[in-house]
């Protein structure tokens, strides 16, 4: 998989790239990541200016930025842009930007992007949460190390990302590792039990339990099971607090 990354602060990249998940994955050869300043396209390295109608804060310049995904965006590569107004990114939509070959990512900066520029590229718009950033960085990351640990061959055991909180649109149930007593707190019995059959209804129970408990958001997303229904409406019965 191909990632160009369309950046004025190429270094942001220099150590995240280098390190863990990532490292293993370009090592590999599973990604490909091309980073690349519209600075280079800009008449004099003239990247922003003063938007019209007046308020604080510069503005990209659509020039630059529109030569520069001229070059990359070919071949029928999606182009993303992270910004407040995309829609969020979830799990869902981490796999199916997998099935992509190539991905130009756009990493905005100060203000915001001139409006024909984003007009012009018909870009996916994503956003990473409510809140704001200086630029789109720390987003560009967050959806390559999202979907390069899906792609084959990048983890040693893939079972484990498929077993992961969101991935099934629930939070993972609690795990647990050696000792089997820590300060006093055991392990539950079951998951020493080897009933493979018990250990599974346990987590099932527990990722219900806990995303009712804390994210009952995602609650509206998932597929339940005629059990499942149940063990909500138990949860429910012991938990006021829990809303649907």
């Not at 008449?43 to 510069?58: I, L, P, R, S, T």
Request: some cysteine; glycine content about 8%; hydrophobic content about 40%.
């Amino acid at each position: 998989m191909k990632f160009d990354v369309v950046t004025l602060f190429p270094e942001f990249f220099d150590s995240p790239l280098a390190c863990g998940l990532l490292r293993i994955a370009r090592q590999k050869g599973a990604i490909q990541i091309r980073l690349t300043n519209p600075r280079d396209y800009a008449a004099e390295g003239k990247v922003d200016d003063y938007q019209f109608g007046g308020g604080a804060g510069m503005v990209l310049k659509p020039d630059p930025l529109t030569r520069t995904l001229h070059r990359l965006a070919k071949g029928g590569a999606r182009v993303i842009y992270f910004t407040p107004k995309g829609q969020p990114l979830r799990q869902s939509l981490v796999r199916e930007l997998t099935r992509h070959k190539h991905l130009v990512l756009v990493c905005g900066r100060y203000k915001g992007i001139d409006e024909r520029a984003t007009t012009l590229s018909d870009p996916l718009e994503i956003s990473i949460g409510d809140y704001v950033l200086a630029g789109g960085e720390i987003a560009a990351l967050a959806l390559i190390e999202a979907t390069s640990r899906l792609l084959p061959g990048v983890m040693g055991n893939l079972d484990s990302a498929e077993t992961d909180s969101l991935e099934n649109g629930l939070l993972e149930a609690p795990i647990y590792t050696r000792p089997a007593v820590f300060k006093k707190m055991e392990v539950p019995a079951v998951l020493r039990s080897g009933n493979h059959r018990a250990i599974a209804d346990w987590r099932r129970r527990e990722s219900l339990a806990l995303t009712l408990r804390k994210r009952p958001d995602l609650i509206s997303d998932a597929i339940f099971s005629k059990n499942d229904l149940s063990i909500l409406l138990e949860v429910l019965d012991g938990n006021q607090d829990a809303r649907l």
